[in-house]
């Protein structure tokens, strides 16, 4: 079964930096499209980005093209979400997702806090 862990999030002024990491149990970690969505207070959850089990094809919302960059290591298990020039309305819960199997996000990680300060 798999499971996904997430770390790195905390509280950043305006224009920071947060570096979040979502480490996978399982040995066909490399076969899975992975994702971040987010969810803001009192808001919907929303997708993201996504990327392809090589890191060959992304996909962003358009609000965080430029600012925050997906990447994933295969070898480790880990996907990895650079997130600069933080704005509070980047302010939410970042959950990985991964696609296992089917044909949409089915497994989810607990989620890890971010809060951008103006």
């Known amino acids: 079964q798999v499971q996904l862990v997430e770390s790195g999030g905390g509280l950043v002024q305006a224009g920071g930096s947060l570096r979040l990491s979502c480490a996978a149990s399982?040995?066909?970690?490399?076969?899975?499209?992975m994702g971040w969505f987010r969810q803001a207070p009192g808001k919907e959850r929303e997708f993201v980005v996504g990327?392809?089990?090589?890191?060959?094809?992304?996909n962003y919302l358009d609000s965080v093209k430029g600012r925050f960059t997906i990447s994933r290591d295969n070898a480790k298990n880990t996907v990895y979400l650079q997130m600069n020039s933080l704005t509070p309305e980047d302010t939410g819960v970042y959950y990985c997702?991964?696609?296992?199997?089917?044909?949409?996000?089915?497994?989810w990680g607990q989620g890890t806090q971010v809060t951008v300060s103006s």
């Open positions: 990327i392809s089990w090589s890191g060959g094809i992304t």
């Open positions: 997702a991964a696609i296992v199997q089917a044909t949409t996000y089915n497994v």
């Open positions: 399982g040995r066909t970690f490399s076969r899975y499209f």
